[in-house]
C-alpha cells in the first residue's frame, strides 16, 4: 500500500503533539503509555518524559499491553496529570479489545482511569473518531460515502465509520460474535 494509505491513530496523535507544541523552538515534552510505533513515529522531535521533575506537555496513552506500560509509569502519568498545563491523549477510545487471552482493557478504558482520577478531560485519537475517518480518507483522496470500513467492533469500528457517512460491514472475528447477539 502506497505510505499516504496508511494512517493510525498514533500517527494521528503523533500530529496533533507536533502540531500543538511547535512554538518556541523546544521540542514537546512527553509521557508515553504507548507503543513502539508511536515511539518511532516522534523519536528525535520530542523530549521523553522519564521523571517527575520534568515538565510534560502530555501523557500519551494506548491498551496496557505494552512494554511501556507499568504501575510505576501509571503513577507517573497521574503525577503529571494532577498538573493543570499536562494533557491527556488517548490513542484510540475503545474501552476494550479482544486478544489472544480474552477480552482486553483498550486504550480508551486505560485513558478513562486516568482521566477520571486527574479530573482531566482527554483528547482521543482514531477510531470512533469521524475527525479520524475524514483525515484517513482525505489522505487518500477519496470521500467517506465512496468507502465502506471493514471491522470487528461495532462501537470503535462501525460507529465512527457511519457517523462520518462511510457504509460499513461486521466481521464476527474480534470482539463482536453472533453468540453476543449481534
Known amino acids: 500500500l502506497p505510505e499516504r ?10 500530529e496533533y503533539i507536533l502540531e500543538t ?21 516522534l523519536d528525535g522531535k520530542v523530549h521523553w518524559v522519564e521523571g517527575v521533575k520534568e515538565a510534560c506537555d502530555a501523557v500519551a496513552v494506548a491498551a496496557p499491553i505494552n512494554h511501556r506500560f507499568s504501575l510505576d509509569r501509571l503513577f507517573l502519568a497521574q503525577q503529571h496529570l494532577l ?51 475524514h483525515t484517513l480518507c482525505r489522505r487518500m483522496g477519496v470521500a467517506a460515502p465512496e468507502c465502506l470500513l471493514v471491522g470487528d467492533n461495532l462501537e470503535a469500528d462501525n460507529a465512527g465509520a457511519r457517523a462520518a457517512g462511510m457504509d460499513t460491514a461486521l466481521i464476527l472475528t474480534g470482539e463482536e460474535r453472533l453468540v453476543d447477539g449481534v
Do not use: N
Open 5 to 14: 494509505h496508511i494512517y493510525s491513530c498514533v500517527a494521528h496523535a503523533a
Open 21 to 41: 507544541w511547535r512554538e518556541g523552538g523546544r521540542k514537546p515534552r512527553v509521557l508515553s503509555l504507548s507503543t513502539d510505533g508511536f515511539h518511532e513515529l
Open 83 to 133: 498538573r493543570p498545563a499536562t494533557q491527556l491523549l488517548g490513542m484510540c477510545a475503545d474501552r476494550c479489545f479482544t486478544s489472544k487471552r480474552g477480552v482486553e482493557i483498550g486504550s480508551g478504558g486505560m485513558t478513562a482511569l486516568l482521566a477520571y482520577s486527574a479530573s482531566k478531560e482527554p483528547v482521543f485519537f482514531g477510531k470512533p473518531l469521524a475527525g479520524f475517518i
